[in-house]
């Protein structure tokens, strides 16, 4: 799997899905300073109407790009797709003797 664009634009209540918390979250200063700032799947803004996030998922083609202008309905389909990427993760550690 290789990382995917996400194109984050803010729904009316200027709400986003955060793969970093993993939930949808409020886009304002507060966010951008205390997470995305810091955050490793930050990869910029889309001329301040919202952010890009580039990280694993399963739920679309290897290249392909992602605009999520409703977190709701896209948390969703991620809360289905995280356990099995986990798992799938967790399958590369192999324990030698």
């Not at 392909?64 to 289905?80: A, C, G, L, N, Q």
Request: aromatic content about 10%; some cysteine; hydrophobic content about 30%.
């Amino acid at each position: 799997m290789k990382n995917v664009l996400h194109l984050n634009y803010p729904d009316l209540n200027n709400q986003i899905y955060c793969e970093y918390l993993r939930q949808v979250a409020v886009l304002d200063e507060t966010h951008q300073k205390n997470y995305c700032a810091a955050c490793p799947l930050f990869a910029g803004t889309i001329q301040n109407q919202g952010v890009e996030c580039q990280y694993e998922d399963s739920t679309v083609k290897d290249g392909d790009m992602v605009t999520i202008s409703s977190p709701w309905e896209f948390v969703e389909k991620r809360r289905k797709a995280i356990p099995m990427e986990d798992e799938r993760r967790s399958r590369k550690f192999i324990v030698k003797k």
